[in-house]
C-alpha cells in the first residue's frame, strides 16, 4: 500500500511519511545539538571547570572517539532490536551524556562525551533503516537529504539558542533543555514502535558485522584514498565546530552571543553547501574535480585563518569561517559509490560478490541454503545489472550498433554490451529472481528463527 502520506512494506500496516520524516530529522538534530553545545559554550565551561578553553578538543575529540565505535556496531543493533528501539536508546544515551555534562567537574564532562558520542553513531544507522525501508523509491533522494538538514539544524539550534541560554541561566541549562527534549522524543516513539521494529531479528550478533567496514576499505584501494581524504577533510571541519567559538571570544574579543551566531552562519553555509556543490558535481560529471577544487580551497582559507586578528573587518571574518562551512559528506559518499564500481578484471568482481554471498549465508542463520543462495543470486544478478548499465554516450552508440546490425543478428538476439562470460550467472539470476517472488516469506521467516 502506497500513498502520497503514508507507505508500508507489510499489507494493513501504514506508516506515515511526513511523521517518520519529522522523527528521524530531529533524533538528527537533536544528537548533533548534543554533540555541538559544550564547544557552542567552551569558554563558559572552561572557566567553571578550572581548564584552558582549548581542552574543548579533547572533549570533541572523546566523543567522536566513542561514535566512531558505536557506528561499527551499528548496522547490527539495528538489525537485533530495530530501528525504533535503536533511536530511542540513541536518545536515552544523548539525555544521560547531557545530564552526565551538565555535573561541573571534569569527570562529569568525561562521562557525559563518552555517551553522547556513542548515541551519535546510532543515529545514522537507524534513520537510514527506516527511511530505506519505508519511503518511496522514487522520492528516497529527498527525504534522506531532507533527513541530514538535521545536523545544520542542531548547530543552528546550539548557537542560536544555546549561546543566549548560557548567558541568561548558565551553560548546564542548555544541557538540561537538550536531555529533556531527547526524554519527550524517546517516549513520543513507543507509539509506533512495535510496528516499525517487526522486521528486528534478536538472533543477530552485535560484535560480527563490527569489521566488515574496514575489511572492504582495506580491501580496494580507491576506497581506502578516499576514507584518506575523508579524514582530512573531517578534521579540518571538526577543528573549526570544536575551536571556532574560542577563537572568536578569546583571540578577537567578540561575545558568545555573537560568537554563536557566527556558527549558526557557518551552520547554515553548510546546508547550503551540500546542494550547492552537488548540484555542481553533477553539472560537470566529477565528483573527484569538485573534491580536489575545495580541498585547495579549503587550504588556502585555513592558511588565511592563522593571520585573523582583531583589526579585521567583521565581515571577512565571518566570510573565511564561512568559506570553511560547507558540507563535502554528500560528494564524498557519492565518489565511494562510484569508486565501488566493478573494474576491468572480471575475477575480481565476481571475486566481491561471491565474499557478499558468504556474507549473507553467514547472516541467514537457520534458513533453508536453497532459499539463501536463491536470494543470494538474485542480488548478485541485481549487481551485475548495475555494473553493466550503461551510461547516456554509450546507450547513444549501442543505439547505433544495433540500427546498423542485420535482421538476423538483432533476432539473435545478442548483449554486445555484456561479457560473455557474465551470461551464464545474468539468466541464473534471472530465474533466481522469478523464484524468489514466491520465496521472499519463507526465507524471512526461516531467518528470523533462532
Known sequence: MTTDASVSDRPGEAVSLPWLLAETTIIQALGTAAVLTVPALAPAVALTLGVPSSFVGYQVGLVYLAAMLSSLVG?????????????????????AG????????????????????????????????????????????????????GVPIGGIMAGLIGAPMAVAFGWGAVLWAVAATCIVLMLALERGRARLDAHANPATRLLRSAGLGLTTIRSDRS???????????????????????????????????????????????????RLLWGHVADRIHSGLAVLTGLAALMAVVSTTILFVSPQWPLAAVIAAFMLLGPDRRRLERRLSFRSRAPQPPARRRLGHRHRHIRHLRRRAGGADPVLVRAQSCRQLYRQLRRSHRPGPRRRLSRR??????????????????????LRPAIVAGRGATSACRHTDSLTQKASDTP
Open 75 to 95: 548496522g547490527a543493533v539495528v538489525s537485533r532490536w530495530g530501528p525504533c528501539r535503536t533511536g530511542q536508546t540513541a536518545m536515552a544515551l544523548t539525555a
Open 98 to 149: 547531557c545530564l552526565l555534562a551538565s555535573i561541573p567537574h571534569l569527570a562529569g564532562m568525561i562521562a557525559g562525551s563518552l555517551a553522547i558520542g556513542l548515541s551519535y553513531g546510532l543515529i545514522n544507522p537507524s534513520a537510514s533503516d527506516l527511511l530505506q525501508r519505508h519511503s518511496p523509491a522514487h522520492r528516497r533522494n529527498l527525504f534522506f537529504s531532507i533527513k541530514q538538514t
Open 223 to 273: 576506497l581506502l584514498m578516499l576514507a584518506a581524504a575523508s579524514f582530512c577533510f573531517s578534521a579540518i571541519q571538526l577543528c573549526l565546530v570544536a575551536f571556532l567559538v574560542v577563537l572568536l571570544v578569546e583571540e578577537l574579543q567578540m561575545g558568545l552571543v555573537e560568537a554563536g551566531m557566527v556558527l549558526a552562519a557557518v551552520q547554515v553555509m553548510g546546508a547550503v553547501g
Open 400 to 421: 547505433r550498433h544495433l540500427a546498423a546490425r542485420s535482421p538476423q543478428d538483432r533476432r539473435r538476439g545478442s548483449q554486445p554490451g555484456v561479457n560473455r562470460r
